[in-house]
T-cell receptor, first 110, second 115 residues
Framework: KQEVTQIPAALSVPEGENLVLNCSFT??????LQWFRQDPGKGLTSLLL?????REQTSGRLNASLDKSSGRSTLYIAASQPGDSATYLC?????????FGTGTLLAVQP | NAGVTQTPKFRVLKTGQSMTLLCAQD?????MYWYRQDPGMGLRLIHY???????AKGEVPDGYNVSRLKKQNFLLGLESAAPSQTSVYFC??????????????FGPGTRLTVL
């Protein structure tokens, strides 16, 4: 059974720092991996989607990498801002579904 | 485009009452999904649909029913609500893709409390 883990559960950094969020999964047979952002009381916003054949994807200050063989993905946020404060979720794609981690709560202090 | 919308945003039910949550998408997506989000457990798939007129069970289907009579709508029903169904419910949609699926887009959620 696929299990997705995100460590740490919470992270607090000062504004301007570069940071890395981690996601690990137990079964390397995935179709893709998706990173989401969730603000308190809101829905999920898709940040980046990496197909299983890809190694990384970039969007603005965000860069996501995927290493299927080791069962790991990272989300790199450059020059963090207070507006980046949110919960970040990763989800691995299996047949007809996504399997989610429980998220990392990020707080960027001004 | 409105994307994925959900109705209602909030609802309080008493144990045993029934209700239907409505999800609509205007992106012509084939696939639609219902998830629930609970503290410490992440999002879990309840039911999903791979096209109009089709439905299938996800990870936690018990106590829920779904229907996909129109391609753009996906309904989630609770026939007899229980306190364990207190949760935040999210609908999502995606294009179909052979061998997998594409990026999923989520609605804003429905916060349901069962007393």
């Amino acid at each position: 059974k696929q299990e997705v883990t995100q460590i740490p559960a919470a992270l607090s950094v000062p504004e301007g720092e570069n940071l890395v969020l981690n996601c690990s999964f137990t079964d390397s047979a995935i179709y893709n991996l998706q990173w989401f952002r969730q603000d308190p009381g809101k829905g999920l916003t898709s940040l980046l989607l990496i197909q299983s054949s890809q190694r990384e994807q970039t969007s603005g200050r965000l860069n996501a990498s995927l290493d299927k063989s080791s069962g790991r993905s990272t989300l790199y946020i450059a020059a963090s801002q207070p507006g980046d404060s949110a919960t970040y979720l990763c989800a691995v794609g299996a047949t007809n579904k996504l399997i989610f981690g429980t998220g990392t709560l990020l707080a960027v202090q001004p | 485009n409105a994307g994925v919308t959900q109705t209602p945003k909030f609802r309080v039910l008493k144990t045993g009452q029934s209700m239907t949550l409505l999800c609509a998408q205007d992106m012509n997506h084939e696939y639609m999904y219902w998830y629930r989000q609970d503290p410490g457990m992440g999002l879990r798939l309840i039911h999903y649909s791979v096209g109009e007129g089709t439905t299938a069970k996800g990870e936690v289907p018990d106590g829920y029913n779904v229907s996909r009579l129109k391609k753009q709508n996906f309904l989630l029903g609770l026939e007899s609500a229980a306190p364990s169904q207190t949760s935040v419910y999210f609908c999502a949609s995606s294009y179909s893709k052979r061998g997998g699926y594409n990026e999923q887009f989520f609605g804003p959620g429905t916060r349901l409390t069962v007393l």
